[in-house]
């Protein structure tokens, strides 16, 4: 382990926390376990080093002034909830509070608003899990968002949730933590935009979002990232899932100096279902590391990963996905697949699919493959007068395109083939369509 | 049009083709006939530019360029295409993404803007109703789960697509039962211009009842050992290759 220095002590002696308080604890247990070093196997291939110096924000204020930024257009009808390092901001958001049965506000408006709900379910998800960064959240967390759907409530509405880096001040540290509760037969749609406004600036971060989904509720989260050069960030979802709930998370991740992501789905009652699909695309130097781990802790319970990944340059990636059946969850079925291409001869895929059983009625089944791209198909394309180097990317987009077709939003998935398509510089086919639209009468 | 003069290529060390001629016209059809690993197919994607081949010697000369020193999808803008024996499958891309793809590649090389969309959809209907193709197909993944026969009619659509000068047709009618062998030369028939030619490969003399040709290659030994008309495929169908092996070793 790498020990945490003073800066993050005297930061969090700035913050005055009482003895007893949640967050001392955190930080106590923080402070014992050490910022993790790549002995520790689930950090492995990830280099941690860079958080050792850093220091984590305590005043939480938002910079007065942000640069012109947009939003992406994917959607006309929404709840847009923005944070700014980590804090939200409530002069950049435009959101009903209270409507259709879902409540939406700041971390800290909540804690006095709904004070019951709050305190039964925050940091509950990390109680059996031990993990630095989700510690390190709580006891540095910044005044984040919170969503409550109350019972049988149906959002109309997508939130979406813009967060925005800008301007942190040097080797400064954003701990951002959100609260999502949705109570029994609620749907809920959420839509995770981050984006860097510093183009050429660090920008680090702490992203902690813990996620209750109860009985027979339903949770889609739509996640597009698409990271500055420089960012660095550690991003933990932590999800509880009640019998009979659903929850289907589609990520996307393009670029960044260091992203990690590490999902962990909690399915505690009989017939939950719960879908990750990832692409990550990396160039350069870039590094992803997707951690996925899904235990299946009740007995017929479904579970499907779908991830793929696309590397360039001398970038890096790892992917852990990792399924665990607990004893007496009979009747699991289990699915896990990590696809990925190499298009050069220096990028690294560490790829590893995991299955822990501890029943013995279950079908699970894992597969990881990585490959360059299928020649024949290049010269396929080739005698239809596609250049190579289009060609390529034209299969690379298709091979992203399993993952964005199974996105269920309209607006959303035309909204990332469209990026997809930018990001591969296949931009000039502007009238690209996606695979089903086909031809209209 | 085409002009193969003494071509010689291997693979891996090994010569398949070994010293071949072959001109082809504008209007022209010519078959190519002969057993099985004689190098008909090296042939076909050698002309298509497909790597992994040596060029030993001889040239290819394609409307007065030489083939040899462009890459296979500056061939293809040239006006060469190839009908594959296996199509590919590309998961993901749609047979009209594909096309559109293809289509306006070669208009951004010639300068033009690309096509607009009503224009190309009016020609993908057009096209589609040449080989009796559904528009299901269009809109699902290249050539995915797609059976034999409607891999072969989705060649011979892009063919009709994109319009080249000379068409290679590699073993289109293997594995095509008869109402898709009609399909596939009705569109070929179609298509026939006296300014386009076609080189088609095949082992089976049915095929060549249906799309009449010129002349009748047999190719043996890497090499073009026989030439005649479409009364050379006749005799081929009822007497086999041996009466061809004996008269060269003689």
Redesign the interface.
Same mark, same amino acid.
């Given at each position: 382990m790498i020990a945490v220095e003073n800066n993050y002590t005297e930061a969090f002696e700035r913050l005055n926390k009482a003895e007893n308080s949640l967050e001392t604890q955190a930080f106590n247990r923080f402070q014992k376990m050490g910022i993790p070093d790549r002995k520790s196997e689930v950090y492995r291939y990830s280099n941690l080093k860079h958080f050792k110096n850093l220091t984590p924000a305590t005043d939480g204020s938002i910079p007065h002034k942000l640069p012109k930024y947009f939003t992406h257009e994917y959607l006309a009808d929404k709840h847009l909830l923005v944070t700014v390092n980590g804090t939200f901001a409530e002069n950049l958001s435009s959101y009903s509070e209270d409507e259709d049965g879902i409540h939406i506000s700041c971390m800290c408006d909540a804690r006095k608003e709904f004070r019951d709900i709050v305190e039964s379910h925050y940091n509950e998800t990390s109680k059996d899990y031990p993990d630095a960064f989700s510690e390190m959240n709580t006891a540095f967390a910044q005044c984040g968002i919170f969503i409550y759907a109350t019972k049988n409530a149906q959002a109309k509405k997508p939130i979406v949730m813009l967060h925005l880096g800008y301007n942190q001040q040097k080797d400064s540290l954003t701990c951002q933590r959100n609260l999502i509760v949705l109570e029994q037969n609620s749907e809920v749609e959420i839509i995770e935009d981050y984006l860097n406004l510093d183009e050429e600036e660090a920008f680090n971060i702490n992203h902690f979002s813990e996620y209750f989904v109860e009985q027979d509720a339903r949770l889609k989260v739509n996640i597009y990232q698409e990271e500055s050069k420089q960012v660095h960030f550690i991003g933990n979802k932590f999800f509880e899932l009640s019998k009979g709930s659903n929850i289907k998370i589609t990520t996307l991740n393009f670029k960044g100096e260091f992203v990690r992501n590490n999902f962990r789905v909690n399915l505690n009652g009989e017939h939950g279902e719960a879908t990750i699909n990832g692409v990550f695309i990396n160039e350069d130097k870039d590094h992803t590391d997707s951690r996925i781990l899904i235990k299946h802790n009740a007995p017929h319970c479904e579970s499907f990963q779908t991830f793929k990944g696309i590397l360039d340059g001398e970038s890096t990636a790892v992917f852990n996905g990792k399924v665990y059946v607990a004893e007496g969850a009979q009747k699991t079925n289990a699915f896990q697949s990590n696809k990925n291409i190499l298009l050069s001869e220096n990028a690294v895929i560490n790829t590893k699919p995991e299955l822990e059983i501890y029943a013995d009625d279950v079908k699970c089944s894992h597969g990881a493959t990585c490959g360059q791209l299928?020649e024949?198909?290049i @010269?396929?394309?080739?005698?239809?007068?596609?250049?190579?180097e289009? +060609?390529k990317k034209?299969?690379v987009? +298709?091979?992203? $395109? #399993?993952v964005v077709?199974a996105i269920d939003n309209e607006a959303f998935k035309n909204f990332m083939e469209r990026r997809l398509v930018h990001n591969l510089g296949l931009a000039?086919?502007? %009238? @690209?369509?996606s /695979? $089903?639209?086909?031809?209209?009468e | 049009m085409l002009k193969i003069e003494n071509l010689k290529a291997s693979i891996e060390n090994k010569e398949i083709l070994k010293g071949l001629n072959l001109e082809v016209k504008p209007g022209e059809i010519h078959a190519i006939m002969g057993p099985n690993g004689t190098g008909k197919s090296t042939l076909a994607n050698v002309i %298509?530019?497909?790597d992994s081949y040596e060029i030993g010697e001889g040239s290819i000369s394609f409307m007065g360029e030489d083939l040899l020193e462009m890459? *296979?999808?500056e061939?293809?803008?040239l006006g /060469?295409?190839?009908a594959?024996q296996y *199509? /590919? #499958?590309? *998961?993901? /891309?749609?047979t %009209?993404? @594909? =096309?559109?793809?293809?289509?306006?590649?070669?208009r951004?090389h010639l300068g033009e803007e *690309?096509m607009k +969309?009503g224009d190309f959809?009016k020609m =993908?209907?057009e096209k589609m109703k040449l080989v009796d193709i559904d $528009?299901?197909f269009?809109?699902?993944?290249l050539n995915e789960g797609f059976s034999g026969g409607e891999k072969k009619r989705n060649e011979i659509f $892009?063919m009709a697509m994109?319009e080249p000068k000379l068409a290679i047709l590699d073993e289109t009618d293997s594995g095509l039962d008869i109402d898709a062998l009609k399909i596939v030369s009705n569109g070929v028939n179609q298509l026939r211009t006296k300014d386009n030619a076609f080189i088609i490969i095949t082992h089976y003399q049915r095929l060549l009842d249906y799309i009449i040709p010129d002349f009748v290659h047999v190719m043996y030994d890497g090499r073009i050992v026989k030439s005649g008309d479409k009364e050379l495929a006749k005799k081929l169908e009822a007497k086999g290759y041996d009466w061809i092996k004996e008269e060269l070793a003689v």
């Open positions: 299928d024949n198909a @010269f396929y394309a080739q005698t239809r007068g596609i250049p190579r289009k +060609a034209l299969i987009f +298709a091979f992203a $395109q #399993e077709q000039e086919y502007s %009238t @690209f369509d /695979v $089903q639209s086909g031809i209209k | %298509t530019g497909r890459a *296979p999808d061939r293809a803008r /060469v295409f190839l594959f *199509p /590919v #499958e590309i *998961p993901g /891309v749609s %009209t993404n @594909f =096309m559109k793809a293809a289509i306006n590649e070669r951004r *690309p +969309a959809l =993908m209907k $528009q299901k269009m809109s699902r993944s $892009q994109l």
